[in-house]
Structures are given as structure tokens and as C-alpha cells.
């Protein structure tokens, strides 16, 4: 039933991501183009996302034991303070989002829809968590 319900669940979320055009690297880039065609649509995007989240998170991460609707643990960040890994990460992840127009969900999503170019941001993405696996020690 849980994996049932995790696929149903990210059926949603990648319907979401087509339909507010997250999943759309020209609208992703046109978003991050301050100074050119922007679009701020991404922004209402994110904007209600942040909205819908707020809530529970904020009851979540004062449980002493968080767990999910299926009585899951959740493992929430131990770190709290803002560091050089957490500044690099940002940076990098940034970089690539900035690049591409693509970020992880949306690239499975275009998979899906036939878009094979995702493809490349997919291994570019995988090596870099391989390369972080192998530096971090994890």
C-alpha cells in the first residue's frame, strides 16, 4: 500500500510540475532571466508551494519524533548552521539550474514526456552525487 500510495503521489507531483511549467527549461530559464524576457509565474509557483508546506512543516520539526501520515520516521537536518558545504552545494546546484533550466524532479518528468536531452542533466547530476559520495565520505 505504501509504495502504491508513493506512486500515486508522485503521479500528482509530476502533473503538478507539467502544469505550472517547472518541468519547461525555456520557462525555468526565462524565470532566472532577470534582466531579459522574465516570467514571473515560477515565482506565484513557488510561492504557493511554500504556502501549502508552511504549516505542517513548521508542526513537523517541533514533534520530538517526526513521522509521516504513514507512520514513517522522518529524518530531519541535525545541522542548522549555514557553512561552507551548505554555501558550495547552494552555489553548485544553483549554477546548474541557471545552465540547464532543469533541476532533479522535473528532469525525470521530461523523460517521461519524450524530452531525451533531460538525459544529459540526468548522468551530469549523477556523477555529482558520486563525486559528493566520494569526497564526503558518505
Known sequence: ?????????????????????????????????????????????????????????????????????????????????IDSKLITGSFIFGVGWGIAGICPAPSLTLIGLGYYQAIYFIIAMLVGILIHRKVAGA
Request: proline letters at 7%; zero cysteines.
Open 1 to 81: 500500500m505504501k509504495n502504491f500510495l508513493a506512486f500515486i503521489f508522485g503521479g500528482i507531483f509530476s502533473i503538478g510540475l507539467m502544469l505550472s511549467g517547472m518541468s519547461n527549461p525555456e520557462k525555468v530559464l526565462n524565470f532566472l532571466d532577470l534582466f531579459g524576457l522574465w516570467d514571473a509565474s515560477l515565482a506565484f509557483v513557488m510561492m504557493g508551494a511554500i504556502a501549502v508546506a508552511f504549516v505542517p512543516f513548521q508542526k513537523l520539526v517541533r514533534q520530538p519524533e517526526p513521522k509521516t501520515l504513514l507512520n514513517e520516521p522522518i529524518e530531519l537536518p541535525k545541522q542548522t548552521q
